[in-house]
């Protein structure tokens, strides 16, 4: 059995889902959905210890939720996805200690974002095993199944339409899409945000996930079963799917 550290990110705004308060804490059937990304995380029996990322403005209402929890430590986050990470991560040795367990240069440490809180825990699990067995990076994803296109940066306005020109098209079966939880071994994670913080400075908005920041260290990325129920909620349409999924699942 491993020791599980989570990072849950939650310091996003709630401006595309059409609320003014922060994302993570506009409710899903009555509930915010930071506690549930939380308490997605625990139901893999292997997690023992969960930073969350809230906005800076925001630490007390995001602090009183999970007051009487131990297990979880409320950071505030960045300006950026990948400075609000970085902060999650550098919380974890802290939090480790206050547990009394041993954090190692292979112990799993999971990305989560708060907008994929039906994350199954059938995807923690996949993505846990597979860094047991000795992967350092391990993402979980699902096949694409709209046709691409690729198009010419340049847009034509006609009467009020936007089109785009077609340049070519993309083999469907070779892309997958990512989600979260994305895993990784402990060292390998931090190292590769210290880079990035190194390299792009406050320009790390350019790196769109975890993975990739590993991918630019020359580590091998690999990718485990994803989900349906891992939607990533962005719109006021994707909270009525979630509301949905959850009432029939
Ligand atoms: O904005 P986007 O939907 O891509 O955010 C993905 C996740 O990253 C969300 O869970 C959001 O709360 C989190 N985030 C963050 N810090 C930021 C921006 C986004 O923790 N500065």
Redesign the pocket.
Known sequence: MSDVFVVV????SGTRLGFDRP??LVELSGQPLVVRAVNGAFTHPEVVGIVV?APEDSLTEFTVLFDADQRVRVVP?????Q???YRGLEAIPDLANDLNIALTDTTPVLIH???RCLAPTTVFHDVVAALDAGYPAVIPALPVTDTQKTVASRQVNVNGITIEKVIGAVDRTELRAVQTPQGFHWQTIINAHRDATHRWGSETEAATDDGALVEACGIDVHLSRGSQMSL?I?TKLDLIIAEHLLTHQ
Not at 9 to 12: D, N, P, V
Not at 77 to 81: D, H, K, N, P, S
């Open positions: 990110t939650a310091a996003g994302k993570a990322t986050g960045g300006a950026v996805r400075e609000s990470v974002d708060a907008a990533k962005t």
